[in-house]
């Protein structure tokens, strides 16, 4: 192996006020503390005061250090401005803050590479440590990194920077890997998010139960969920909706279930942790997935290890996900023809062992393998290439 050393730089790493935040990265992380000496370094938000309600509650009281299944996560602090923390300033407070980490344990035990996701903002902060360490960097493609910032005038500039000094990029969907191509990034790996696969649950299911997983907001969709189960339960009495997670729009849809005289059968549970979230895929009937974006949906994968059949918006990552002994793919955005495909599905007899099975393409295990080994590559072509970015044609310090 050409590396003993990673240094993980990342916004989204589990943390005590959201510990089922990223998860799937603790989970990834922990399976690589198995192989080589992982340290991940994750922001912790401070400013001068807390407003109520402000999302730097959810930093309030965190230890400086933590572990996950033997993963190692410092969180130095990191200033924030509650009222208009923008992408960029979220970058740059990064930057500064993880930079004296990040050099004291570097002096410690010198790092091999540096490895941060999603690429905005922790790639942007993960390229100016790198170059400071004058170690390679591998970055991440998530989702809204590769599919939405670019798009900002002001965020398109930093992405391409980051992206410059890469020896690699990977992308968790093959849609974000045509992405990454279309912006003039090409030669991304396709790695997707893995899953832990549970033994085949002894519980029987309840029958007509759809579950969501996913933040109450615009991009998931849940309005388009809630106006087609009304069409579900005019045709089936007995079915059931559960909601689960938190979002800024909980409040108006839990408005939109009273009205439509659905307050009975659509259940809005809050965030949950993982375990429980796992134990209630194993009692479910069908999964939906209505999003109107995606990079590639973790919860898919976890839905298709518990045994769920998927349906979902036919975009992105979904699409890669779901085939017809899987699910079935929607329009986004269409209640009827999402109704139409929930009623099929809560009347169609699925092979729930064939569904098992597949998730277990997505073992951490085998995932883990492939990040290795993008590492290995990152080394060796950095150390071929110390001036010159192997992912893309410009060299390092320009644009």
């Not at 400013?47 to 009281?61: H, I, V």
């Not at 060796?380 to 320009?398: E, K, L, N, T, W």
Request: proline residues 8%; positive net charge; hydrophobic residues 45%.
């Amino acid at each position: 192996m050409a590396f003993s050393r990673v240094l993980w730089i990342t916004d989204l790493f589990p943390h005590a006020g959201r510990p089922y935040m990223g998860r799937w990265l603790a989970d990834l992380a922990a399976t690589l503390s198995r192989r080589i000496d992982l340290l991940v370094l994750s922001p912790r938000y401070r400013f001068l005061w807390t407003p109520k309600g402000n999302f730097l509650e959810w930093y309030r009281g965190q230890p400086p250090r933590a572990v996950f299944d033997g993963a190692v996560a410092h969180y130095p602090v990191a200033p924030a401005v509650p009222a208009a923390f923008y992408m960029i300033l979220q970058s740059a407070s990064m930057a500064w803050s993880l930079l004296g980490a990040a050099q004291r344990e570097h002096l410690r035990r010198p790092f091999d590479l540096v490895h941060a996701q999603p690429i905005i903002p922790g790639g942007v902060a993960a390229a100016w440590i790198a170059r400071r360490l004058s170690l390679p960097l591998v970055l991440t493609g998530q989702g809204a990194d590769v599919n939405e910032f670019p798009k900002i005038a002001h965020l398109a500039p930093a992405f391409r920077w980051a992206c410059r000094r890469a020896s690699r990029v990977t992308a968790v969907s093959a849609d974000l890997v045509r992405g990454l191509d279309r912006l003039g990034f090409p030669g991304a790996v396709w790695i997707p998010n893995g899953c832990r696969v549970r033994p085949a649950p002894a519980r029987e299911r309840t029958r007509g139960r759809i579950l969501f997983v996913g933040l109450l907001y615009e991009r998931k969709a849940p309005e388009i969920l809630i106006a087609a189960f009304a069409r579900v339960r005019a045709q089936l009495p007995h079915a059931s909706l559960d909601l689960v997670g938190e979002g800024p729009d909980r409040g108006r849809l839990e408005e939109q279930a009273a009205r439509l005289g659905l307050s009975g059968s659509v259940r809005f549970h809050g965030g949950l942790p993982h375990e429980r979230v796992l134990d209630m895929m194993e009692l479910a009937d069908v999964f939906c997935l209505p999003s109107r974006r995606e990079g590639w949906p973790l919860v898919a994968v976890e839905a298709l290890a518990a045994g769920l059949p998927i349906i979902g918006s036919d975009i992105g990552g979904i699409r890669e996900i779901v085939r017809p002994e899987l699910g079935r793919l929607v329009p986004a955005g269409n209640d009827e023809e999402l109704a139409r495909a929930l009623i099929a599905s809560l009347e169609t007899s699925w092979d729930r062992a064939r569904i098992r099975d597949e998730a277990a393409k997505f073992d951490w295990e085998r995932i883990a393998d492939r990040y290795v080994g993008v590492y290995e590559e990152a080394v060796a072509a950095y150390g071929r290439h110390s001036r010159i970015s192997s992912f893309g044609p410009r060299p390092v310090g320009r644009g």
